[in-house]
């Protein structure tokens, strides 16, 4: 098999995936919640109950020969639609775009799902790749330095590092961040103290410089640059490292740990004894050669980082109190805003899944090894 | 069948001389052990040590002190109890040593039942799927696939979103997460296992499908499983307590570890103890099983010997 055969079978594998995703949330929300959820955003205090019938129906959500509302409210069988039949409704109008409107508090019924999230994506993103800058610069490094000095002292310190990581709540250690830096070393001069001066807010972005950056892309780093306002871009960069250490910590235990056992395995190989039988120094055999090969490996583990830092943004973002989609997400939550929550998961997996599709056909790019 | 006893015998004696070398070689493994073996301890003695309802009694007047000779937090905001209380006390007046002590039974007892649900699931459609191959196999992975493209806690609180917040819930969404993970472990496991030729033997001497599996090829997989369930418990606790401190807790008394650090959120400025202890008994909870799994990863697997 060619790699773009491969390339095209994992393409559709994945958009069945996807799809059997959507199938299990529209199952989960329409079909176990009531009905009534449906309409919730649409509904406004003075329709009447006719109106409420005809919106149902448009909707569709309630049958065509329901007699009232009243007989929808009470769950009467002629009037309700089968799931399946809504979900082929449902996925007609999400694959034109139309995600319904939201039910988030201030805004409900007044702006499109698709709106909301995607104005509050970019910050999350932003988040999450500060995460993974993170993982990838100090996982990488621990990793090496834990397999070239297996059971020795920098073995068992990286070891600590990484099981630690991957065994500390990540609120927790949000916390405990703030109340140090908060409580007893207090730099705020340097502006790392997220607000040294209003505790109440700990989103130093949102409330240091109001109004002085459009928000054109909602990524507060990329707006302080675009809009060539470096003061707010180095502050919003400032201001995101406590809630990027807490994101990365559990990513950077898990990369810690993949790269020293495939560098314990690399450096197991006859080939590194004949690089040091050549008379390789041990730096050039580790950096130059065992690396490389332990790189490899390394890379397809991107997929269940990514799910890491996306997983861990929901957590983070309240710890941080930061105005991105995990934050909102559970502000959906406690409102039942089943739009929010069915776009939020479909494109974190979407995202998840593409990552991985990535990494797959990069690895087999790279390794001349893989055949399909 | 007498001259061949004391053979293996000798085997096991030297595989054990060979484990517990291994042991020191890695003494974080033994940190490992004392502590998963300390919080089950605490666990099963948390019944006698402190009442099991005391925490459905508030107290208000007693909310949010510190009395501990040993340690002040050196600030002026932190109110005094009357009495002395090593932890403090909560937002609703408990003794927050207390409540940690009666929380560490119901965190584990969760994620006991999670792993071992999720290997039962694991193990059954992981061995069917890798031995009857084809579409069963195919079937079987493309919907592990679909549980896999989510972060965990996402669909966990969907789950809970959907069926209302207890207990069982939350036992049930996060087990709803973590089944995949089995699945595939235990089908690659038994996919190269069900090469080897002890099992063409078993085949050869007339054994049955189902028990060649289940008797056989299961058994021979089982160490790589144990070491991952033994690293999961703490995996599981984390993510419990993550999905109840985000308030997807049954309710807000529980003495649930997330939930008890998540009545510290808005506090932490004036009782940092509220978060400091519940996330500080998860982490030593967490860290032991996952020493121990990693230790026990080291022991068991033939391919990091020598």
Partial sequence: MKLYEYAIRRILLMGLVLLGLSLLMFYLTRGFLPPSFALAPYIT????????????????????????????????????????????????????????????????????TLSVFFSRFPFTAELAIMGAILTILIGIPLGIVSATHNNKLPDHLSRIVSLGGYS????????????????????????????????????????????????????????????????????????????????????????????????????????????????????????????????????????????????????????????????????????????????????????????????????????????? | MTEIEPVTKVERSADLRYALHLFRQNPLVLVGLTLACGSIAVALLSPFLVNPNSWQITHPALKNCWNNGLFGWGNPNIAACPTVHALGTDSYGRDLLSMIVLAIPLDLQIAFEVVISAVVIGVVFGAIASYAGGIVDEVILRVTDIFLAVPGILLAIVFLVVFGKSIGILTAAVVVIWWPTYVRLVRSQVLSEKERPYVEGLRAMGAGRLRILFRHIVPNSIYPIMVQATLDIGSVILTISALTFIGLSPSPLLPELGNLASLGGQYFFTAPWLIVFPGLTILLISLGFNLLGDGLRDILDPRLRR
């Fill in chain 1, 45 to 112: 205090p003075r329709m009447n109950s006719a109106e409420k019938l005809a919106l149902a129906q448009s909707l569709g959500v309630a049958t065509q020969s329901c007699p009232s509302f009243q007989a929808f409210s009470s769950y009467q069988p002629s009037c309700l639609v089968p799931v399946y039949e809504q979900y082929a409704g449902w996925l007609g109008n999400v694959l034109k775009g139309d995600w319904g409107l939201t039910l988030l508090p201030g805004i409900a019924g007044t702006q499109t």
């Fill in chain 1, 168 to 372: 500390i709540p990540q609120f927790w250690f949000g916390y405990v961040l703030l109340i140090i830096f908060v409580l007893y070393v207090r730099v705020g001069g340097l502006g790392l103290l997220p607000g040294s001066g209003a505790l109440a807010t700990t989103c130093a972005i949102c409330f240091r410089h109001p109004g002085t950056v459009s928000a054109a892309t909602g990524a507060p780093i990329l707006d302080g640059l675009l809009a060539g306002n470096l003061r707010y871009a180095w502050d919003s960069l400032v201001a995101m490292i406590l809630p990027a250490i807490t994101l990365s910590i559990t990513s950077i235990g898990a990369l810690t740990r993949i790269v020293r056992s495939s560098m314990l395995e690399v450096l197991r190989q006859d080939y590194m004894l004949l690089a040091r039988s050549k008379g390789l120094t041990d730096r050039v055999v580790i950096y130059r050669q065992a690396l490389r090969n332990a790189l490899l490996p390394a890379v397809t583990v991107a997929g269940l980082l990514t799910a890491f830092l996306f997983g861990g943004v929901v957590v983070i973002e309240i710890v941080f109190d930061l105005p991105g989609v995990g934050y909102t997400s559970l502000q959906a939550v406690n409102v039942f805003d089943i739009n929010f929550i069915e776009l939020y998961v479909l494109v974190t997996a979407l995202i998840i899944v593409v990552t991985n599709l990535a990494v797959d056909i990069i690895y087999a790019k790279l390794d001349p090894r893989i055949r399909y």
